[in-house]
Every structure is written in structure tokens, then in C-alpha cells.
T-cell receptor, first 111, second 115 residues
Framework: QKEVEQNSGPLSVPEGAIASLNCTYS??????FFWYRQYSGKSPELIMS????GDKEDGRFTAQLNKASQYVSLLIRDSQPSDSATYLC???????????FGKGTSLLVTP | KAGVTQTPRYLIKTRGQQVTLSCSPI?????VSWYQQTPGQGLQFLFE???????NKGNFPGRFSGRQFSNSRSEMNVSTLELGDSALYLC??????????????FGPGTRLTVL
């Protein structure tokens, strides 16, 4: 099993809907997780970090961490066409000081 | 605060040559990580430096090396370039210690093309 896995998508949602992005991780990844957004031709941008079990909300974004099931999710409420991008999930390596990235999920928000 | 900067932004080299990429972190950040991004493999970790010391290294051949200077700026070097080294090379900076040690902020990247 890869350290961090994501469905590549594309995930298509209509404007105004909730987009749900998911990520699973292995035992080789510790309990710190990050969501990055990457627009085509640009570098990744950090949008959320989550360190403890449960939910963390920031504006239209909610990150969820479930340690028992080893998954992390990102919810985007009131999705906008400008949210169309690739979303990368990352977890801190057990060895420390480095992140393992999933391959990303492509999100398309249609007007 | 100024963001992470990388130079050059684009490079074209031929097989067998070597290349040096530079990264300047966000002011106050002492950790710099390097990644290779390709369409097939995604983002792959190369190495991480903190206070001029390499703390972690990914699974890349010894042709890939790096260093960090006392002002936290970092360089990575790739020797004997191969066609497969064509990729976007990204550096990311972070505090490197404390509760938010690994919140990494990426630079714009260097697009390397090997012919």
C-alpha cells in the first residue's frame, strides 16, 4: 500500500454544491496531514492542515481526520468554478521532517 | 512576507550535463525541502535540510544532491542528467520545528527539460 492514496478523479460537481475529497494513509505516515491546491501550471498552495482527530473548519473548507479508519477528507462547501484544481493530500513521514504526497484528485466545478 | 523564490524558472539541458537549482525560503523559515513532480509519479520527496543539515532523504540516486547555507538558502544539484530527470522541481520552506514544523510553502518551481 502506498503511504498516501487518493482517487485521481476527475470529480465533477455543480457550482454551489459540496465537493468531498478523500485520502487514505498507511502506518508509514504519522498523524499530521495537509491539503494543498494546485492549479494547472502552478505550484501547490497550502489550504488546510489537521493534526488531531475530528473536524477543522476554515471558511468554506473543512478537513476531517479519522485515525481509526486512517483517512483524511476535505469538504468544500458552496463550490465555485475557481475551486477547479488538483487537490493534493499529504501526510508527515514517520521518519519525520518530510511529507508524503498523494497523486492528487482533480476537481471540476461546473457553472 | 515575501514567498519562496526559486531560480531559474526554466532550464534546458542535454543529457550528461549537470544543473544547479536555487531556493530562497520565506524569512524565518529554517527548513527547505525539495520535490520532483512529474505527471506519472506525482510529487516525490528528494531531501530536507534544516540549519545546514540534511535530516531526511528520499529514494533518489546519488546524482541528486543538495545543500543549505547559513542564511537558509538551499541549492540542489543534479549531475549526469538523464532524459527521465525532466520534471518540475519544487522547493518548499517551513519553520522546521515546533507545532507547525511541517506546514510547507512552495516556491514557483524550476521546469527542467533534458534533451
Amino acid at each position: 500500500q502506498k503511504e498516501v492514496e487518493q482517487n485521481s478523479g476527475p470529480l465533477s460537481v455543480p457550482e454551489g454544491a459540496i465537493a468531498s475529497l478523500n485520502c487514505t494513509y498507511s502506518d508509514r505516515v504519522s498523524q499530521s496531514f495537509f491539503w494543498y491546491r494546485q492549479y494547472s501550471g502552478k505550484s501547490p498552495e497550502l489550504i488546510m492542515s489537521i493534526y488531531s482527530n475530528g473536524d477543522k473548519e476554515d471558511g468554506r473548507f473543512t478537513a476531517q481526520l479519522n485515525k481509526a479508519s486512517q483517512y483524511v477528507s476535505l469538504l468544500i462547501r458552496d463550490s465555485q468554478p475557481s475551486d477547479s484544481a488538483t487537490y493534493l493530500c499529504a501526510g508527515e513521514k514517520i521518519s519525520g521532517y518530510a511529507l508524503n504526497f498523494g497523486k492528487g484528485t482533480s476537481l471540476l466545478v461546473t457553472p | 512576507k515575501a514567498g519562496v523564490t526559486q531560480t531559474p524558472r526554466y532550464l534546458i539541458k542535454t543529457r550528461g550535463q549537470q544543473v544547479t537549482l536555487s531556493c530562497s525560503p520565506i524569512s524565518g523559515h529554517r527548513s527547505v525541502s525539495w520535490y520532483q513532480q512529474t505527471p506519472g509519479q506525482g510529487l516525490q520527496f528528494l531531501f530536507e535540510y534544516f540549519s545546514e543539515t540534511q535530516r531526511n532523504k528520499g529514494n533518489f540516486p546519488g546524482r541528486f544532491s543538495g545543500r543549505q547555507f547559513s542564511n537558509s538558502r538551499s541549492e540542489m544539484n543534479v549531475s549526469t542528467l538523464e532524459l527521465g530527470d525532466s520534471a518540475l522541481y519544487l522547493c518548499a520552506s517551513s519553520l522546521g520545528q515546533g507545532p507547525r514544523a511541517n506546514e510547507q510553502f512552495f516556491g514557483p518551481g524550476t521546469r527542467l527539460t533534458v534533451l
